[in-house]
């Protein structure tokens, strides 16, 4: 089971920081991403880590979210910084192959930016 939080409404160029909190089974040995999904959007790849903490982004976040585990709480984290309208979704974190999700879906966490 996967638990996404740390949403909220923020102005733009405001920072917020989501995790993830996998029970169960270990999102240790996994690699685990973030995607999003707009309003109207079909979700998409965000960010990944693998389990040797090798890291990728889509572009247009790039340098300004990073994406990072804590092993030992089974967690996964996802720093947003210099966020944009645009930013605005539902974020939902899985484990991932590529940028394919590969495990159920959580409630998600809604991230509202405004200009």
């Known amino acids: 089971q996967l638990v996404e939080s740390g949403g909220g409404l923020v102005q733009t160029g405001g920072s917020l920081r989501l995790s993830c909190a996998a029970s169960g089974r270990t999102s240790s040995s996994y690699t685990m991403g973030w995607f999003r999904q707009a309003p109207g959007k079909e979700r998409e790849f965000v960010a990944a880590i693998t389990w040797y903490d090798n890291t990728y982004y889509l572009d247009s976040v790039k340098g300004r979210f990073t994406i990072s585990r804590d092993n030992a709480k089974n967690m996964v984290f996802l720093q947003m910084n210099s966020l944009k309208p645009e930013d605005t979704a539902v974020y939902y974190c899985?484990?991932?192959?590529?940028?394919?999700?590969?495990?159920?879906w959580g409630q998600g966490t809604q991230v509202t930016v405004s200009s």
């Open positions: 899985n484990s991932v192959q590529g940028v394919t999700p590969r495990g159920s």
